[in-house]
């Protein structure tokens, strides 16, 4: 079983719609949790951390739920400029290599003019 | 951006031969992953220097090598090269020891023939 896995579309979707995105880790011991945004052929970049709380920055929203460790990624109001591939990230936390980053395979966002 | 560079940008070379790929940030973090990024997957952890030593080390065969000097800048050596080394190499600086959030630099893209 992988250790982090997501959808990996793609999602075609129109502008203005609302879209989510949904990841399961297998590692009950994970401490951190984040979303990165990749474009194509360029490095990723840290979207947003994730915490039980839920967190939301803009028309972006992030949500944890260790119990069933499963993490979520809401897009409101999609732009053509959201369209990349999302990655749903996890560590062990604690320093040292523990917080290597673990990657699921990602997801793949189209967004329709 | 991140402050973190690579090179080269891309490489082409064939089976058995050896490549360096280099990493350096512009903000002094004294710790730096690498990952490798096949086609369609997630970045997948190579390995982690903290301070000029080897500080954890992912699912990747000895020929996979690194070096981190005393400005904090770092190599990764492959020797021998096989055509599933073909992928993207990035690396990333963490914000600081012991935190999870981590910037990366934009790859290198090696292509084995």
């Known amino acids: 079983r992988k250790e982090v896995e997501q959808d990996p579309g793609p999602f075609n979707v129109p502008e203005g719609a609302t879209v989510a995105f949904n990841c399961t880790y297998s590692?009950?011991?994970?401490?951190?949790f984040f979303w990165y945004r990749q474009d194509c052929r360029k490095e990723p970049k840290l979207l947003m951390s994730?915490?039980?709380s839920g967190n939301e920055d803009g028309r972006f929203t992030a949500q944890l739920n260790r119990a069933s460790q499963y993490i979520s990624l809401l897009i409101r109001d999609s732009k053509l400029s959201d369209s990349a591939t999302y990655l749903c990230?996890?560590?062990?936390?604690?320093?040292?290599?523990?917080?290597?980053?673990?990657f699921g395979t990602g997801t793949l966002l189209a967004v329709q003019p | 951006e991140t402050g973190v560079t690579q090179s080269p940008t891309h490489l082409i070379k064939t089976r058995g031969q050896q490549v360096t790929l280099r990493c350096s940030s512009q903000?002094?973090?004294?710790?730096v992953s690498w990952y490798q990024q096949a086609l369609g997957q997630g970045p997948q952890f190579i390995f982690q220097?903290?301070?000029?030593?080897?500080?954890g080390r992912g699912n990747f065969p000895p020929r996979f090598s690194g070096l981190q000097f005393p400005n904090y800048s770092s190599e990764l050596n492959v020797n021998a090269l096989e055509l599933d080394d073909s992928a993207l190499y990035l690396c990333?600086?963490?914000?600081?020891?012991?935190?999870?959030?981590?910037?990366f630099g934009p790859g290198t893209r090696l292509t084995v023939l």
């Open positions: 990333a600086y963490h914000a600081r020891r012991g935190v999870d959030t981590q910037y």
């Open positions: 990230v996890v560590t062990l936390g604690g320093g040292g290599a523990t917080n290597k980053l673990i």
């Open positions: 994730v915490y039980s």
């Open positions: 220097y903290y301070r000029e030593e080897e500080n």
């Open positions: 903000s002094g973090h004294n710790t």
């Open positions: 590692n009950s011991a994970s401490q951190s």
